[in-house]
């Protein structure tokens, strides 16, 4: 970090206290005299836009000397977000709502969801406060991946629709003053799209076809398959993703095929201009159709070493960011790739497709711009921060961080803090900061985290930490994973190729019908009552909209997640600064402000109840430590396990007990495991 970006105010070990100017001792130690402020910036400035450095000091001195009045020892950090005279975006301020096409509504009686049933039910996300939707796949596939293998770039799978379903759907998402993004699939396509196997018939009647996807004649050594044939051994050890070698052998044509997922998922050959040529031609044919973005699907695997250089590249390297994970080495996981992952060519493609989002953009009639975010899924942050642009403020492409995607039962909440700093601290200057707490590849985060009632909270740190929240379908009303009892209920195929590992493999957990009411066939997502999941087994109960949203108290999910979307809409959170306010195994917090505005937000990190009320019930002192609070605060929303069940009265100074207008001292904010709460900070 620069001069420019970080200003550090050592203080000497005699100081005056400014509030009663008695001298402290010389021999405090050095740990307890010396403050230190960061003023930490994630905007883009132009040479003529940058505030001075002396300005950045006085900001220095002028937070050093308030914390010194409280005798304040730490470090306080502030991460500033409003950038200097540039125009924020839509996207700048935006909330991503992600559906799954399959699991969302059905709207024929197959079980299966489709494009007119996501139609049928705009009207809910736009009630919640939602303004961008993300649409996984839809396009023609034989479902081998449910929709990840596509055979046609360019059209709709029968068992969602039709184009003219889909361009229904655009209109009615435009009428609402939604946006929508797609799910863009660059790496690979299908095994039956039109491409490969004219690729595989390339010798003989299609040999414009050849290098459309990656073939290699082979290692020079022989080796024998398994049905006794002799035939070159694989060019290297690479694996797939989804289990297995990452080469087949192709018995037409003599050659293997690289595959990084499924089989039947063929690489598509990025190195060949035609390839390209006819991907920007699909993505252009969506962009005609209205579409305002691409959610860009496997990203990192679009290029590997050239051709000629892939004999005996092989991966040897264990990664050493996955140490939870208790892999094995048949594991992807296991290995570090450095030959089929972020190999340089892949930033020209990018910029080539933020060319084609910006010619759109100055083409249409408002000149808004279009969004790419990029699924780029690694722990090493150093990779990740290479997938943003020039100008990261004015350009609509980001890499979605995923760290917080990977909290387990055991994160806590100095593991939270390192994680967020994480992301904060790698952003280019004028990078836009965000977050996914849940998709479609992940177990739902309350089973993750270990408790169910951290749905709340989760969301609540979602979507009030800086930047862009993209949430998954059913987070609102807290759904959690379906059963999936034995491997024969498997439906995933990354679960199903991994034999006696599947329970560990399978993301079927996540993917149930979303549960619309408790009194209709199969929660109201089908009239079918066989789905193609089953559904959570708590739908019938309060896990489900009619029952979150008929309510008239603030004491359900849905209330609580809609309330969250309001309040980012003020100043606070849609511009303001960040910090951490008090951070401990137990309880993770932080301040965002704007003007007067000023919020806490607290989560508690704990898993587990005593069993005893009294003593899990702890007051919080947010008073103290290295972000000092003064005032008191007034309850905006809280997590809904801090209200009692079936109208008994709440505990004395327990979250419960305070209206929205009395105030809570901040010496002692009482919380309950697995709780969150966010408070407006009044003034002392």
Not at 78 to 96: A, E, G, S
Not at 148 to 175: C, H, P, Q, S
Not at 493 to 510: I, L, S
Request: overall charge negative; charged content about 25%.
């Amino acid at each position: 970090m620069s001069d420019e970006d970080k200003v550090e105010v050592l203080v000497e070990s005699r100081v005056d206290d400014v509030a009663s100017g008695a001298a402290k001792s010389a021999k405090v130690k050095e740990a307890e005299t010396a403050t230190t402020v960061e003023v930490r910036s994630l905007k883009r400035y132009t040479k003529e836009e940058k505030p001075s450095r002396s300005i950045g000091k006085i900001l220095a001195v002028g937070l050093l000397a308030i914390v010194l009045v409280g005798g304040l020892i730490g470090t306080i950090v502030f991460y500033n977000l409003q950038p200097v005279r540039r125009d924020y975006q839509w996207w700048h301020k935006t909330t991503i709502y992600q559906i799954y096409p399959r699991s969302f509504k059905d709207s024929d009686g197959d079980g299966i969801g489709d494009l007119k049933g996501i139609e049928s039910k705009l009207d809910h996300l736009k009630g919640l406060g939602i303004e961008t939707i993300w649409l996984s796949p839809v396009f023609q596939s034989p479902m081998k991946d449910f929709g990840y293998d596509i055979e046609n770039f360019i059209a709709i799978d029968k068992l969602f629709g039709t184009l003219d379903d889909f361009k229904d759907l655009m209109r009615e998402v435009k009428k609402r003053e939604l946006r929508l993004i797609m799910d863009f699939v660059p790496n690979h396509s299908s095994d039956r799209h039109e491409w490969f196997i004219n690729s595989t018939n390339a010798s003989e009647e299609c040999p414009e076809y050849a290098d459309y996807y990656v073939w290699h004649e082979g290692h020079p050594r022989w080796t024998v398959d398994r049905n006794g044939t002799t035939i070159k051994a694989p060019p290297n050890n690479w694996l797939s993703v989804f289990g297995g070698p990452a080469w087949t052998w192709n018995e037409k044509r003599r050659m293997y095929y690289l595959h990084q997922f499924l089989a039947s998922q063929p690489d598509l050959n990025w190195r060949n201009p035609a390839v390209v040529k006819h991907m920007d031609n699909a993505m252009r044919f969506w962009l005609d159709l209205g579409v305002d973005g691409f959610r860009i699907d496997a990203l990192p695997f679009l290029f590997e070493v050239p051709h000629d250089e892939m004999v005996d590249k092989n991966e040897t390297s264990p990664s050493p960011y996955w140490p939870e994970a208790n892999l094995n080495t048949n594991d992807y996981e296991y290995w570090l790739h450095p030959y089929t992952r972020n190999v340089d060519p892949i930033f020209e493609v990018i910029k080539n497709w933020t060319r084609i989002m910006d010619d759109y953009s100055s083409k249409s009639e408002k000149k808004e711009p279009k969004l790419l975010i990029l699924e780029v899924v690694d722990k090493n942050s150093s990779q990740l921060v290479k997938y943003y642009p020039e100008d990261p403020f004015g350009t609509g492409a980001m890499p979605f961080y995923m760290g917080l995607i990977f909290m387990t039962d055991q994160t806590d909440g100095f593991a939270v803090q390192k994680l967020v700093e994480e992301n904060l601290d790698m952003l280019p200057k004028g990078a836009w900061p965000n977050w996914v707490i849940g998709n479609h590849d992940q177990r739902r985060a309350t089973g993750r985290l270990g408790n169910k009632d951290f749905v709340d909270g989760l969301n609540i740190l979602n979507l009030l930490l800086p930047g862009i929240p993209t949430t998954y379908y059913g987070e609102e009303i807290g759904m959690r994973d379906t059963l999936i009892n034995s491997r024969e209920e498997v439906k995933d195929p990354q679960g199903c190729n991994f034999g006696d590992e599947w329970a560990k493999k399978t993301r079927d957990y996540c993917r149930s019908p979303m549960q619309w009411d408790s009194h209709n066939t199969s929660a109201g997502f089908s009239t079918n009552v066989t789905t193609w999941l089953p559904l959570a087994p708590d739908w019938n109960n309060t896990i489900n909209v009619e029952y979150q949203t008929s309510k008239s108290s603030n004491q359900t999910h849905y209330s609580v997640f809609k309330r969250l979307i309001q309040i980012r809409g003020t100043p606070a959170f849609q511009s303001g600064t960040f910090r951490h306010a008090l951070v401990t195994r137990d309880i993770y917090s932080f301040v965002r402000e704007s003007g007067e505005q000023s919020y806490l937000i607290a989560l508690d990190m704990r898993r587990n109840s005593s069993g005893d009320p009294s003593k899990d019930r702890v007051k919080y002192d947010f008073t103290g430590g290295a972000a000092k609070l003064t005032g008191k605060g007034r309850v905006v929303t809280a997590s809904v396990n801090l209200y009692p069940k079936g109208g008994a009265p709440a505990p004395e100074n327990s979250i419960a007990s305070y209206g929205t207008t009395e105030e809570i001292n901040l010496t002692s904010v009482e919380l309950i495991p697995a709780s969150a709460v966010v408070l407006r900070i009044t003034p002392a």
